[in-house]
Nanobody, 116 residues
Framework: QVQLVESGGGLVQPGGSLRLSCTASGSISSMYVMAWYRQAPGKERELVARIFGGGNTNYADPVKDRFTISRDNAKNTVYLQMNSLKPEDTAVYYC??????????WGQGTQVSVSS
């Protein structure tokens, strides 16, 4: 059983930046993919970005060129660098991990609020 713990959320003004971290209780090197999802009030949870074990990344269109996902296997941590934040980025952000098997894991979420 792997636990994922997110941190780094908060309140930021439009145009600002935040970096989210997701630290796993176990090794992430065995994870097939790690990802960030978000869920805004009244909306479905949506994929924001994902990174595969080989390093390939995918981004949702609304965040391309503004967000960057990365992973540090030595620290068992995945990051989401968010720049040029917009009010529509306001949501609870969740960390997700998938092991081949398959078995998946979710974090508890961290709130990101973008407002002036």
């Amino acid at each position: 059983q792997v636990q994922l713990v997110e941190s780094g959320g908060g309140l930021v003004q439009p145009g600002g930046s935040l970096r989210l971290s997701c630290t796993a209780s176990g090794s992430i090197s065995s994870m097939y993919v790690m990802a960030w999802y978000r869920q805004a009030p009244g909306k479905e949870r949506e994929l924001v970005a994902r990174i595969f074990g080989g390093g390939n990344t995918n981004y949702a269109d609304p965040v391309k060129d503004r967000f960057t996902i990365s992973r540090d296997n030595a620290k068992n941590t995945v990051y989401l660098q968010m720049n040029s934040l917009k009010p529509e980025d306001t949501a609870v952000y969740y960390c997700y991990a998938l092991q081949l098997g398959p078995r998946d894991y979710w974090g508890q979420g961290t709130q990101v609020s973008v407002s002036s």
